[in-house]
């Protein structure tokens, strides 16, 4: 058919990645959750939801989820972008032009979540930080998951060090501050506001995250995981993991023991920024690596993957469940929709966030029991290749 695109066949798709990304869209959820219905860029979220409920339920998804599952997205984004480049040679067509369509998309995306849905968009940075991925993808895989390593561990490292430090010298720890007026302003707006107001509360939101002075932390919190990514894609470790089995059930035990003991570390020690740095920068990193090689090991099982499956089809539209999620939430809790921002509790914020997941498994698995891909997704692959790709099934 010409002028037309094939869609890939589901026997190429890897049941693994896809798994991952559904997984990733739910982790998100649990950790984007409380920014939707709360100001928690402004409050400190251990007073509030200490007790009860709330307190089991904030400090399980602390563990579990907090700065997780953001490295795992990053880590699929330099993933997805070898099997990109290997798919693009296969076609004949230049990865660094291609690339470049996509992450400009990308980029368009990202501002109208950011500013016209939600302010905690990540979409932005993958698609700045991604052109810097076209100067390092020819690297060899080894070298890439080296350098993806010592470029996030190094600074991190020191950094964590420092404020450990810092924190002991201080009885009372690094104070954790947080801004009375803005928490009063965010509730004043995203409840009662209009929806000018409401958009240039989100520029402000934005920017406070952001921002020139943030530019280097946050650059080195996503970059990395590009790189170890890609790495990863070249070695084959996920396409054909059966060889490194051994190799990645110890990987597997190891990440888990450790990233729960440095998680729980703000929990059972002093609750300062120095632990909680630590417990984000590195305990968060390590549960990455185990839903990785976790998820990968069960992929291979038969029983393990059709428990698994329904995850997959999340995976396969994330995008458009990424953007889902921020447009229900928003008009639910913002005042031009229900005005419930400030309202619920973290409990309910919780339940709130596993029914909508749950429906979104129901709507992803019929939506793509009818086409090849995700609405957003169909676009994407418009602006990336010029050519409309077969839509329906």
């Known amino acids: 058919m010409k002028g037309t695109m094939i869609p890939l066949q589901d026997n190429r798709r890897l049941a693994s990645i896809d798994i991952l990304r559904g997984l990733a869209i739910l982790g998100i959820f649990l950790v ?11 409050m400190d979220a251990a007073r509030p939801w200490s007790r009860g409920w709330d307190g089991i339920l904030y ?4 563990v579990v ?13 330099g ?19 291609l690339f470049s369509k996509r992450l400009s998309f990308l980029m368009a995306i990202g501002c109208m979540h950011a500013f016209f849905i939600w302010h905690g968009d990540i979409l932005i940075n993958y698609a700045v930080f991604g052109f810097a991925l076209l100067f390092f993808y020819k690297m060899k895989g080894k070298t890439l998951i080296l350098l993806g390593l010592v470029c996030y561990v190094l600074p991190f490292a020191i950094l964590g060090a420092l404020f450990l430090v810092m924190g002991s010298i201080d ?7 947080k801004d009375s007026k803005m928490m009063e302003r965010s509730f004043e707006i995203y409840q009662s506001g209009t929806f000018l107001e409401i958009m240039k509360q989100r520029a402000l939101d934005w920017y406070m995250v952001n921002n020139l002075v943030n530019a280097d932390i946050l650059f080195l919190s996503i970059f990395p995981f590009f ?42 020690g002093t609750f300062d920024f120095g ?21 990968t090991l069960l992929a291979e099982k038969t029983g393990a993957c059709r428990l698994l499956m329904p995850l997959s089809y999340v995976g396969r539209m994330s995008m458009s469940n990424y953007l889902f999620q921020s447009i229900v939430s928003t008009t639910i809790f913002y005042s031009y929709g229900l005005g419930l921002y400030g309202s619920v509790s973290y409990t309910t914020g919780f339940i709130f966030l596993l029914a909508l997941f ?10 793509m029991s009818l086409y090849n891909y995700g609405p957003v997704e169909y676009v994407w692959r418009v602006v990336t290749y010029g050519k409309k790709p077969v839509m329906k099934r």
């Open 32 to 42: 984007n959750m409380p920014s939707f219905h709360s100001p928690l860029l402004y």
């Open 59 to 62: 400090r399980f998804s602390d």
């Open 65 to 77: 989820a907090q700065a997780s599952f953001y490295p795992l997205f990053a880590f699929l984004f």
């Open 79 to 97: 993933f997805g972008a070898i099997i990109l480049a290997i798919r693009s040679e296969e076609k004949g067509i230049a990865f660094s032009f």
């Open 171 to 177: 009885n009372e720890g690094i104070a954790i501050t």
């Open 227 to 268: 790189l170890i990514g890609a790495g990863v894609a070249k070695q084959g470790y996920l396409q054909n993991p059966m060889p490194y089995r051994r190799k990645l059930k110890v990987i597997m035990i190891v990440s888990l023991l450790l990233g729960l003991l440095i998680k729980c570390l703000p929990y059972v």
């Open 275 to 295: 632990t909680m740095f630590v417990q984000d920068y590195f305990g968060g990193p390590l549960l990455t690596l185990f839903y990785i090689t976790a998820i």
């Open 358 to 367: 749950c429906l979104q498994i129901l709507l992803s698995i019929l939506w």
